[in-house]
């Protein structure tokens, strides 16, 4: 059963389209996040929510938009598409009440765009 | 100045070695560290998890944290082929920042 899905996990389109992936979480953590991997692997943090409320957001152009309907869900909606923006994007979630636990992350959605 | 620093590689040994991963940092007020493995195109899955300082240890895996130096450490032991993957550590401190900070990730190959 699995923890933290993403969809899709490959994501190839053309520069100034508008994408979403989408991310679920079963383990009723209280906090999502968003990170970025760019080519050399190094993950950064893009976003952060926790019970639905926005708690980070990281330098990132506004063509980001996160969306959380509820606290098991964390969106990330991406307008007009850039060739920069071609990475792998991963959702994590930890569950920070009473102390902060480790992140659990998703496959991730490898974006490409072209 | 990053706020984690790890050497990114690549490593590589030979079966059965002993491989030692390390990253340093620069926030005081981190309290607790962590050790993510990568496979290839794959998400990273937590391999240790330890709160301040002191040492873990989980089968062939030894995580030590030094917050005086402000050093931690992961020890393989026995290494083997199945253990080849980019080795990540990342830690947290306890405020609402609510945020994990990452290293840069050390690939390792272990040969057979």
């Known amino acids: 059963d699995t923890a933290v899905s993403q969809t899709p996990k490959y994501l190839v389109t053309q520069m100034g389209n508008d994408k979403s992936i989408k991310c679920e979480q079963n383990?009723?953590?209280?906090?999502m996040y968003w990170y970025k991997q760019d080519s050399k692997k190094f993950l950064k943090i893009m976003f952060s929510?926790?019970?639905?409320?926005?708690?980070i957001n990281e330098t990132v152009p506004n063509r980001f938009s996160p969306k959380s309907p509820d606290k098991a869900h964390l969106n990330l909606h991406i307008n007009s598409l850039e060739l920069g923006d071609s990475a792998v994007y991963f959702c994590?979630?930890?569950?920070?009440?009473?102390?902060?636990?480790?992140?659990?992350f998703g496959q991730g959605t490898r974006l490409t765009v072209v | 100045q990053k706020e984690v620093e790890q050497d990114p590689g690549p490593l590589s040994v030979p079966e059965g070695a002993i491989v030692s991963l390390n990253c340093t940092y620069s926030?005081?007020?981190?309290?607790?560290f962590m050790w993510y493995r990568q496979y290839s195109r794959k998400g990273p899955e937590l391999l240790m998890y330890?709160?301040?300082?002191g040492n873990k240890e989980d089968g062939r895996f030894t995580a030590q944290v030094d917050k005086s130096s402000k050093y931690i450490s992961l020890f393989i032991r026995d290494s083997q082929p199945s253990d080849s993957a980019t080795y990540l550590c990342?830690?947290?401190?306890?405020?609402?920042?609510?945020?994990?900070?990452f290293g840069t990730g050390t690939s390792l190959t272990v040969i057979p």
């Open positions: 994590a979630s930890s569950q920070t009440t009473g102390g902060l636990s480790e992140a659990f």
């Open positions: 330890t709160y301040s300082s």
């Open positions: 929510y926790n019970n639905k409320e926005l708690i």
């Open positions: 926030n005081s007020a981190f309290q607790y």
């Open positions: 990342a830690m947290s401190r306890t405020n609402t920042g609510n945020q994990f900070y």
């Open positions: 383990l009723g953590h209280d906090t």
